[in-house]
Structure formats: structure tokens, C-alpha cells
């Protein structure tokens, strides 16, 4: 993230451990249950130390939602070099953000598959919302949702749910399949491949 290369590592550090702290009580508890004395504690720092980074948990959350969401706009904005089309473009950048979920699947795992903190989830699927709707748009008009007259939104609404929901599906089952696996099966199920039907 290029605002924490600003920051002092003992600042990121005892964030890291914060949020290290809170996904390993969000296992053993619900949020509600959780206090910043209780976080504190599981983090190793004193009480006074939490406020000088965060007012509150939820605050904390919303910090944290926000890092996310930065981490996974940059993956989807890289664009990949030596692609030839906008398949592989997509293809590359799905394979990225699953690998990227993978490696921090015990955060993922916690903040997409709880009910009771559904700020990571909205946040999430807002940002495949815009994804995905641009991403139709240039499809362009024929494609299979344009030869059918389905709404653009009912079809981004349906794509960019399916999608979160199969991650979390996938992050709840231990993930069962390689990142490429199932960015293929995103690929089967896409309205481009439905063009030649």
C-alpha cells in the first residue's frame, strides 16, 4: 500500500498486530463480544496504544475495509503485459486477486464469511460491481446479455454476486481449487463465452 510506505514501521507493526489481534478473536467470538481491552491484550500492546491508531473497533473495521479494498483495487487496475485480448486481461487479473485472497485466506476467510461484519463484503462487492459493469461495457453490443435485452444492472447485480459468493464459498471450503482452476470456471460461466451459443 503506498500510503503505509509513509508511515513509521513501528506504526505498521503495531497495526499488523492489531489486525493480526481482532481476526483471531473474530474466531473464537463475535464481534459484539470483543472489547478494545480484550483486543489489546491479544495484541500485546496496552490499552492507550489502540486509540493512537483507531477511535474505536468500528473504526478500526472501516480502516482495515478501506486497506482492502485498496490491495484489491490495485491488483485489478494492474494491467498485464504481453495480453492479446480482453479475456486474457480478465483472466490474469482474476488469477491475481484469487491468488491474493489465497495468501491472506485467514483474513479473507473471517471478514468475507462473517454476517455480522458485512462492511468488507459491500465494500467488496462495490468494487466488482464498477469492475464488472465496465468490463460488460466493453463487451459491447454483441454480446450475449445485449442480443437478449437483459438490464446491464441485473446482469452486473447477478455476476458481481455469483462471483462474491462463490469466493466465499470457496474460502469456507478451504479453497478446494487453484486460483487458475476456478478463474477458468469464471470463464466458462461468462456471457462472452455464450456469444457462440
Known sequence: MDNNKLLDP???????LLKDALIQLLQEMDIEKITINRLAEEATINRVTFYLHYRDI???????????MEDIRSILNKTPENM???????????????EHIAEHAKFYKIVLGSRKIPIFTERLLKLLTGSIAERLGKIGSDSYISKTGIPMDIAVGYYSSA????????????????PLFL??????????NRNND
Open 58 to 68: 468500528p473504526d478500526m473495521l472501516d480502516k482495515m475495509a478501506a486497506e482492502m
Open 10 to 16: 513501528r506504526i505498521l507493526r503495531t497495526r499488523q
Open 183 to 192: 478463474t477458468e470456471q469464471f470463464s466458462l460461466l461468462s456471457p462472452r
Open 84 to 98: 492479446n485480448s480482453l479475456e486474457e486481461v480478465d483472466s490474469s487479473m482474476m488469477v491475481n486477486l484469487l
Open 163 to 178: 462471483m462474491i459468493g462463490t469466493i466465499v464459498g470457496w474460502l469456507r471450503n478451504d479453497m478446494p481449487y487453484t
